[in-house]
């Protein structure tokens, strides 16, 4: 399975459990460190970010 095929399939499902495994981690580290925790707000202010500076794939531009 292609990356691609991998999006198209689990899109919204993947990134969400991707985007929640990465809080967790990143907030036990922040943790340890004494460091307050990352907000669900401030990851999606970051994500939002990150994606401005992304491009499209080509099948996103396709009509379906």
Sequence with gaps: MTKEELYRMFGPLLVEAVV?????EINLLRTQHSLPERTGEQL?????AKLETLSKYDWMNEEL
């Design 44 to 48: 999606v202010t970051a994500i939002g």
């Design 20 to 24: 929640l495994v990465i809080k967790d």
